[in-house]
């Protein structure tokens, strides 16, 4: 009876679309998440223009605090509250609406979040926590900062716990099912969010007492590894989280079917697996870690990029397909049969595209050698800004343009999608300018995380000056980008015409073989996680505490 | 590639100098990468063994007891620090490391596993928990060095690689306890 109850929900929630009390949980955190995209963007607008010479920021106001606060903004506020947002609504759309508990944890979870991000805030614009959004000891930042991001850390467990719970009562409601593929995804990312964020809460409530000054040194190795643990999950929260559109929503788009359901699954159950000890290849150069250490890392860093060519091949295969389906012809004829002008598939097209080249700089970056070459030069920014400002965001983007109108229960204008398809060009633009720019004065020994110099007129640091006023132009038009997509959502949200907007998913092949029943085990994956993380972690962590140095008092570098 | 082939690559993989060199040269890698990378490659190449010699199977490992006890006592006699010692510094202990590993547990292992009850199974992850807490502390808290080829800092991380694994295996133990997969599958 309770399962027809719920299967009757469910029916209700697919033709009604999403009930109130759960599209205004993902209407919050979309603002959230754009807000943060438009302070955001402002501010790396400064950061380029001074970068290029062009600008001198205030005293009061400088370049660092302005990095650290575009940091903060766009790779945990905007992108944290853009997923949570996201796969609240995709669980309350493929699992029968939201329960009440669920919701409310997801509104506790946002408080959590808001009071967290207010308090680190604050520091920032103090000038009392200008320590980059990696913060790493032995820079110290006041308390304050240091409290809040706890309170996001608690924010996001919340928001993790409430999808276990809602995933749990759905699986036992539905005993025998597989669990829909976008909620399926939905888990990957909060076990995710969950294990990753683990150790840097560890290390937060190590920083606190000594930035207070109850303990006099830290074990800078140690804390570093413990970011990374958490910085590299993240970055794959975000990849796994685009992933879901290209794999579920991209197809739908196209008037295409959804690639193999067992190789989605398992992509999604590896990234989950091999994710955390992934993030060594931050720490290349670090001391401490023995060299064979390192080269084994490697290997562990290279293990990811397997799921994604199994991703590039599933996309394309899928592409050719549907393309050829419609009339499609010759070996790159079909390109054309795909909607180019509809923005849902131009923006997370162009952010697989941009993928390419920012995969194969990641490789780079994760290997000894070439990692000597590039290491904190301005090439490692311009790679996230290809990876994150680029494949992310505008997957981010691409999304936001059906999602905002289901949530809001409008509808996507023909004005809106073809502004949309300028955002998106401009965007492309704008990232093509800036991360190009990056990686070659990167290449020519630029540095990166340094305000505007020209070291005594240094003949070398003159030379990259040409390269710097490319990264301002490209900062610019991201700008007009930013305003136009921000524009569009809060039209979407609050004056676009009133109507059914579905939430697209893509159904498997007529054809497809059956989805074994192990990829459900996710106690096994679990274990699993933790046993790589094991394997990761021992030695390294083994050595730093072992060995440790005296430790390093706080210092404040600005 | 059949698994055969698979679990004969990697064993020839593993026993190349130089990866073997890497390998050993770290002693948590050695015991907790290396050798079970063995195993694993008998545990590859057993399905060809199995199919080959089904008789010897059926007559000496008919209940899977005979089978998992040869696969205890070479896991044991392996994670004794004297015979890594051996295996790095005489000759025919190495090469006896290669062929045990892989033939003598591996393929056991597999043949064996599907024999086994629930309860044997659970009794036997119990026990490898228990016995890797108690290995583990023993490498954490011993004050010598252990190893004439590991040094001290070494042997430690080894204990925290036993206790870790043994914590995985107690997350998998309780899950399976409090768990119940026919309420969700």
Known sequence: MEALKLNFQDKTNKALGINEEDALITKTYMLVAFTALLIGGTLGLLQGLNRAGLLELPVWFNYYQVLTAHGLLL?????AFFTIGYFYAAMSHSLGGLLPKVRK??????????????????????????????????MAASPWFYIGLVFIVLGVWMCAFGAFIQVANWRKNNKGQHLPIISYFATGVFVLLFFGSVPVAIEVLYIIPWSIGWIETINVMLARTLFWAFGHTLVNIWYLTALSAWYVVVPKIIGG????????????????????PGGFHHQIVDPGIAESVKYMHVFMSLAIGFPSLMTAYAMFSVFEKTARKKGGTGIFAWFKKLPWGDVRFLAPMIAMIAFIPGGAGGIVQST?????????TLWVVGHFHLTVGTTVVLTFFGISYWLIPYVSKRVLTPKINKLGVITTLIWTAGMSFMAIAMHWVGLLGSPRRTSYTTYAD??????????????AVGGTLLMIGVLLQVYAVVHLMFFAPKGETEFPIADVEDNASKTPMWTESWGRVVVLLLLLVAMGYVIPL????????????????? | MNQFTAGLFLLIFLALPPVANLLESIMVVHMHMQMPLLVIAGFLMAKLVQERFPVFFENWNSNGVPGILLFIIIMVYWMIPRTMDEA???????????????????IPLRDSWKKLGDKSKNALIISFTVMFFAMGLLYIMSPEQLCNNYLIIEQITLGWGFITMA???????????VVDPSDYV
């Not at chain 1, 000894?368 to 904190?376: A, G, I």
Request: proline share 7%; net charge positive; with cysteine.
């Open chain 1, 75 to 79: 790779v945990l506020v905007l992108t």
């Open chain 2, 88 to 106: 790095l510094t005489v000759q025919s202990v190495a090469i006896f490391k290669y062929i045990s590993l892989p033939f003598l547990a591996g």
């Open chain 1, 257 to 276: 079917r959804r690639f193999s359901d067992t190789l989605t699954r398992l992509v999604i159950i590896l990234l989950v697996i091999m994710n955390i």
């Open chain 1, 105 to 138: 944890m997801a509104w506790i979870g946002f408080g959590m979040k808001i009071v967290g991000f207010v308090m680190a805030v604050i520091p920032i614009l103090l000038n009392q926590a200008t320590v980059m959004f990696t913060f790493y000891p032995p």
């Open chain 1, 542 to 558: 083994v050595e730093f505490i072992g060995n440790a140095p005296p430790g390093s008092p706080p210092f404040q570098t600005w």
């Open chain 1, 458 to 471: 240094n003949a070398t640091a003159l030379s990259w000056d040409p390269y710097l006023m490319f990264l």
């Open chain 1, 368 to 376: 000894n050698q070439l990692n000597q070459v590039v290491h904190n």
């Open chain 2, 167 to 177: 914590a995985c295996a107690v997350v998998y133990l309780i899950y399976s306890a």
